[in-house]
């Protein structure tokens, strides 16, 4: 079945510090990748996505590429904020169209927190 | 702005008590999904529904329900709580994937549900 692996965290960072969160992924198909952002004390929210191999999915200063050939789709930021601090999510969806109902698989989380 | 709101931000029940948790969208969406998420665990799939009245297991569906008699709304049922259903619950919703429905797998999350079992 299809499965999503991150980086254990938490990962701790001074402000203005490079951030690479590790997200590599198992699946049958062409699944599409996201990463989502849970702020403290609320839901989930799409940071970005990428819905075929070496798309580049890009907000907020945030960056990952998909690549097939390292079944991989690891988030970049050049330098962080304070308000960046949060909880990260890898996921993945069944291959869209037919019955897949868009369901995701989600990795297990890394928590980020910087530093002023 | 897709809108996904849930009934309570905080419940404390007492074990064997029957739950319910709503959920509510309000951009038309086909699919609504249940997840729970735990640390070191990430979320869980529990339920997901794709239409009015249909509903399929996720990965973890023991000791839960689902009901979905309207569109807009997802109940989730603890039928019989107990300690080990203690977890942050979140709703999300979606478009519909199917041919010619035109949606795509974004899912958009409701602020959760933090749901404690004394």
């Known amino acids: 079945g299809n499965s999503v692996t991150q980086m254990e965290g938490p990962v701790t960072l001074s402000e203005e510090a490079f951030l690479t969160i590790n997200c590599t992924y198992t699946?049958?198909?062409?699944?599409?990748l996201f990463w989502y952002v849970q702020y403290p004390g609320e839901g989930l929210q799409l940071l970005l996505k990428?819905?075929?191999?070496?798309d580049k999915g890009s907000n907020k200063g945030f960056e990952a590429t998909y690549r097939k050939e390292t079944t991989s789709f690891h988030l970049e930021k050049g330098s962080v904020q304070v308000s960046d601090s949060a909880v990260y999510f890898c996921a993945l969806s069944e291959s869209a169209g037919g019955t897949s109902y868009g369901k995701l698989t989600f990795g297990q989380g890394t928590i980020l927190t910087v530093h002023p | 702005d897709v809108k996904v709101t849930q009934s309570s931000r905080y419940l404390v029940k007492r074990t064997g008590e029957k739950v319910f948790l709503e959920c509510v969208q309000d951009?038309?969406?086909?699919?609504m999904f249940w997840y729970r998420q735990d640390p070191g665990l990430g979320l869980r799939l529990i339920y997901f529904?794709?239409?009015?009245?249909?509903?399929e297991k996720g990965d973890i569906p023991e000791g839960y329900s689902v009901s979905r008699e309207k569109k807009e709304r997802f109940s989730l049922i603890l039928e019989s709580a107990s300690t080990n259903q203690t977890s942050m619950y979140l709703c999300?919703?979606?478009?519909?994937?199917?041919f010619g429905a035109g949606g795509t797998d974004t899912q958009y999350f409701g602020p959760g549900t933090r749901l404690t079992v004394l």
């Open positions: 990428a819905t075929k191999a070496d």
């Open positions: 529904s794709y239409d009015v009245k249909m509903k």
């Open positions: 951009m038309d969406h086909e699919n």
């Open positions: 699946a049958t198909g062409y699944p599409s």
């Open positions: 999300a919703s979606s478009l519909s994937l199917l």
